[in-house]
């Protein structure tokens, strides 16, 4: 069989500051598939890659995405706390990962944050113009913004990212979604099974490298997300 892709978490995140071009372009040059990036969007409608809702983490700012204006976002330094006074990561417009992507021909997931529930518009008007790097698809934990992706798409691939409170027994009856995104916990064959039943492929993160199962993978597995993509690389060349 084929390798299974493997996407980069947040781009190479082990090596370099997570959603950042560093990131992503080690991730390519350590044999990932595909970048795993996060999308949010400012307050004044521009997509930006940055996986928290808040600035606190990464930024120290007590503030939300979705309060700052695009330019106020890219002024701020990005690290981890006491570092980030020495970097020179900022945050990153959407459209300018796409470009790269397309360019190098190098996959997306992209997963839908919280912010594009209360500006669907913004969403909606990427959907009517995106052109996405081939295997690329669309992941989100909240169902209404695939749903959104679906109607105005229906050809891109969507993955809906599953929690505990998933109900396993409506799989079969969904539409807004072509994969699970699940963690690698999830990987047991009463999930696994369910998923080949329903016709529905999964892609599971957290994956490090040294699973047993990335040696035989179930059939239905349609990619990794990882921190490390040259570890899981290894795994599957020696399996």
Not at 14 to 34: I, Q, R, V
Not at 63 to 70: A, E, G, L, P, T
Not at 158 to 178: H, S, V
Request: proline content about 3%; overall charge neutral; hydrophobic content about 40%.
């Amino acid at each position: 069989m084929n390798d299974i892709p493997i996407f980069a978490h947040r781009g190479a995140s082990s090596f370099h500051l997570e959603n950042t071009f560093a990131a992503f372009k080690k991730a390519k040059e350590l044999g990932a598939d595909g970048i795993e990036l996060d999308l949010q969007v400012s307050n004044d409608g521009i997509l930006v890659v940055f996986h928290d809702n808040d600035l606190k983490r990464l930024a120290g700012i007590n503030k939300m995405i979705n309060q700052c204006s695009y330019d106020e976002l890219i002024h701020y330094k990005l690290g981890p706390r006491f570092k980030r006074l020495f970097r020179r990561d900022r945050m990153i417009a959407f459209a300018d990962v796409l470009e790269w992507a397309n360019a190098e021909n190098i996959a997306l997931n992209v997963e839908l944050k919280e912010s594009l529930v209360t500006n669907e518009n913004v969403l909606k008007e990427l959907l009517h113009t995106i052109t996405l790097p081939e295997n690329s698809h669309f992941s989100s934990f909240h169902e209404s913004l695939l749903k959104i992706v679906k109607e105005i798409r229906p050809d891109i691939e969507t993955g809906f990212i599953i929690t505990r409170k998933f109900y396993w027994g409506t799989l079969g009856e969904q539409n807004f979604f072509d994969a699970i995104h699940a963690h690698k916990r999830y990987y047991k064959g009463q999930y696994l099974e369910a998923c080949k039943t329903a016709n529905i492929g999964m892609r599971f993160y957290g994956i490090q490298g040294n699973e047993s199962f990335l040696k035989n993978p179930h059939s239905i597995v349609k990619g990794w997300i990882t921190d490390f993509p040259h570890l899981v690389r290894e795994a599957q060349v020696n399996r």
